[in-house]
């Protein structure tokens, strides 16, 4: 954390709840700033841990009380069409209606409307893959409804 707070590793991006930091060593570290950021990093974990897919970045560690999270780094993707184009769809509908996606969304309560975002996906070896997963029906149930 020491380093972080010093911007010794890069900054690559935030969210509402996590910011992320590239670690220059082929992984980031994805920092809970609330209760929201550590349940989104729970839901990455138990993801990562179960899901055997490979449509998932991998993450590779957890601080204790998931305050912390570290993932493989991939490539930022510049054009939705080249995650359409690897799996032979024309579009987002066509997409998720895919069974892989289809078995993902269900298994893992999945926000197909957060994966349609480009900042959700990266290149891991020549592979689109899905870098941002936290965003669960549960954790939008528990930490984003109003009301």
């Known amino acids: 954390m020491f380093n972080m707070r010093q911007w010794n590793y890069r900054y690559i991006g ?12 082929g992984y980031v570290i994805k920092v809970a700033k609330n ?5 989104q990093n729970m ?8 899901d055997s897919s490979d449509l998932f970045a991998e993450v590779i560690e957890v601080s ?21 184009d690897y799996f032979k769809v024309g579009s987002y509908e066509e997409l998720f209606r895919l069974r ?27 592979r689109p ?7 669960t029906r549960e954790v939008v149930e528990k930490y984003y409804r109003i009301g």
């Not at 209760?35 to 349940?39: E, H, Q, S, T, V």
């Open 14 to 25: 935030s969210g509402s709840s996590r910011n992320v930091f590239d670690l220059g060593n």
């Open 35 to 39: 209760i929201a950021g550590i349940a």
């Open 43 to 50: 839901s990455e974990y138990r993801i990562s841990s179960f």
């Open 64 to 84: 204790e009380y998931f305050n912390t999270l570290i993932m493989r780094k991939a490539d930022k993707i510049r054009d939705f069409r080249y995650i359409l």
């Open 100 to 126: 892989e996606f289809q078995n993902i969304q269900y298994k893992y309560n999945l926000l197909f409307s957060d994966l349609s975002r480009m900042s959700s996906w990266g290149i891991i070896n020549g």
């Open 129 to 135: 893959t899905i870098i941002d997963y936290g965003f």
